[in-house]
């Protein structure tokens, strides 16, 4: 497959981080939801898995770590922080950022290099 039509397919999901000030409530959903466990917790940050990964859903509790915030009636940073996959190898996020093999070489270079 030539890399103009190369996609990075991730091999599968690794995590997802939420920001919150339903803290409980979502950490409770989740476990009742997608049958997880509480791997670690503390007032500030939960970390849930279903499977022998170390964590599949991250909590970060807004109340705790931003208790003064002016905007703590509303969505404020609250929402998805970010979303994390598994690929095959480095190499596979390098190629789609290329249009040919000549770039390909050269990002992989610079990241080695790096």
């Known amino acids: 497959m030539s890399a103009a039509t190369y996609r990075a397919a991730a091999c599968k999901f690794a995590h997802v981080v939420y920001s919150t000030r339903r803290f409980d409530e979502m950490v409770n959903w989740y476990q009742r939801v997608f049958e997880a466990t509480v791997v670690y917790q503390n007032p500030a ?17 807004l109340s705790a770590l931003t208790p003064d915030s002016v905007a703590s009636e509303t969505r404020d940073n609250a929402g998805v922080n970010h979303v994390a996959y598994t690929y095959a190898n480095w190499v596979t996020c390098l190629v789609p950022m290329s249009g040919s093999n000549r770039l390909v070489s050269h990002h992989i270079g610079a990241f080695i290099m790096a």
């Open 45 to 61: 940050f939960a970390f849930l898995t279903y499977d022998d990964e170390r964590h599949r859903f991250a909590f970060a509790n």
